[in-house]
C-alpha cells in the first residue's frame, strides 16, 4: 500500500487543521491505520490509532479530546482532525498502516508502511 499524506501548514495557536492520508495499491479497509508525529529534534510518537473497520480507537494522552482519528474505507483515507492546537504540536504528521496487527499498536514497529509525512506547525 502506498499512503500519500496532506493538510498540513501554518496553524494559529488555538486553531485546527485536519490531515487526510490516501491510501492506494491494496485494499485499504484490510489495514489497521495510525498517525505518528515527529516534532523538531525529537523521536517520532504515537498519536492514534484506528481499526480496520473504523469501530474502535486510542489515542496519545497528550491529544485525547482535541484530536480525532477516523477513516472513510469507500474513499481509502484516512483523517485525523485536531482542535485547540498548541504550539507543542508542532510536528511532521505521518500516516501509517498495517495489515498484520490483530490490536491497535502504539509503537512504530507494529507498522509497515509509512506516508512521507505532512508538516503542522502552530504559531505561538
Known amino acids: 500500500v502506498q499512503l500519500q499524506a496532506s493538510g498540513g501548514g501554518l496553524v494559529q495557536f488555538g486553531g485546527s487543521r485536519r490531515l487526510a492520508c490516501v491510501a492506494s495499491?491494496?485494499?485499504?479497509?484490510?489495514?489497521?491505520m495510525g498517525w505518528f508525529r515527529q516534532p523538531p529534534g525529537k523521536e517520532r510518537e504515537f498519536v492514534a490509532a484506528i481499526t480496520r473497520s473504523g469501530g474502535s480507537d486510542e489515542y496519545a494522552d497528550s491529544v485525547k479530546g482535541r484530536f480525532t482519528i477516523s477513516r472513510d474505507n469507500a474513499k481509502n483515507t484516512l483523517y485525523l482532525q485536531m482542535i485547540v492546537l498548541e504550539p507543542e504540536a508542532t510536528a511532521v504528521y505521518y500516516c501509517?498502516?498495517?495489515?498484520?496487527?490483530?490490536?491497535?499498536?502504539?509503537?512504530?514497529?507494529?507498522?509497515?508502511?509509512w506516508g512521507q509525512g505532512t508538516l503542522v506547525t502552530v504559531s505561538s
Open positions: 501509517a498502516a498495517d495489515r498484520r496487527l490483530r490490536v491497535l499498536s502504539e509503537h512504530r514497529r507494529g507498522y509497515a508502511y
Open positions: 495499491g491494496s485494499n485499504f479497509r484490510n489495514y489497521v
